[in-house]
């Protein structure tokens, strides 16, 4: 099978990582997207907002109506950051069967050199790099081309949804309502949860 991995901090989920699985499912006759959370995201300086078992659970609501979608708990079980690099290793050792697509945004795509050994992520999946905002095409392209001249990366120019969990816990936080901002069951979901949103670094995510 053809699948697509969306990884994230998932700070929580919203509806433009749906759309983007859900945009790039289509595109590349994907069979299923599974969706991984990061149990300690390497690339942020402080620890998420939420705990991992709430970030995870909110993503399990999110994907439940999906037949296509699925949510995987594996970097909450390893110790230590959770690199993409052994993630896919994980993914391939466990189903050698399958094709893997690992799908980023731009931001991710275009800071890719910092990541724990990143020469070796685009020969465990394929990379597919989806759009947000204005899509510098040319500028990724050729960043692709320096990084990985061997490799054929993948560009998906996915609908343009400017929500950000930055923005999420900001209203989260002043009492506001995200309603329509994330899938229903996780803005039920978010009224239960002991939301603490302090302190929160800027930031876009
Ligand atoms: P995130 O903020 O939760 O977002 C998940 C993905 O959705 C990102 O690729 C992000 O793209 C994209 N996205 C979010 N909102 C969007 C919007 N409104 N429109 C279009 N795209 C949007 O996840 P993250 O913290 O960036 O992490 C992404 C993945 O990279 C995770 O699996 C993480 O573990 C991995 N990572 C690994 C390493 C490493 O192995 N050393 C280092 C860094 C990251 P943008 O990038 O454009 O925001």
């Known amino acids: ?14 509806l433009a990582h749906l759309r983007i699985a859900e945009e790039v499912r289509e595109e590349l006759a994907l069979s299923e997207v599974w969706f991984i959370p990061a149990g300690v995201p390497p690339h942020k300086r402080a620890e998420p907002h939420l705990p991992f078992e709430e970030r995870l659970r909110l993503v399990e609501l999110a994907v439940k109506d999906h037949p296509a979608f699925r949510a995987l708990d594996l970097e909450g079980r390893r110790p230590g950051p959770s690199y993409t690099v052994d993630t896919l290793k994980e ?40 759009s947000r905002g204005e899509f510098p095409l040319e500028k990724a392209r050729i960043r692709a081309r320096e990084l990985f001249p061997e490799k054929e990366i993948l ?42 949103i302090e302190n929160d670094a800027p930031g876009r995510d």
């Not at 343009?160 to 999420?168: G, Y």
């Open 91 to 130: 993914l391939r050792q466990r189903h050698p069967q399958h094709e893997f697509f690992f799908i980023l945004g731009l931001d991710a795509f275009l800071e890719i050199e910092t990541w724990y050994q990143y020469p070796r992520i685009p020969e465990l999946a394929r990379l597919v790099v989806v």
């Open 155 to 196: 560009f998906l120019s996915v609908t343009r949804l400017d929500i950000s969990s930055t923005d999420i816990r900001r209203r989260l936080k002043a009492g506001l309502s995200v309603r329509y901002l994330v899938p229903e069951p996780v803005f039920e979901a978010l009224k239960n949860f002991r939301v603490i």
């Open 1 to 14: 099978m053809r699948i697509g991995l969306l990884g994230g901090t998932f700070d929580p989920i919203h």
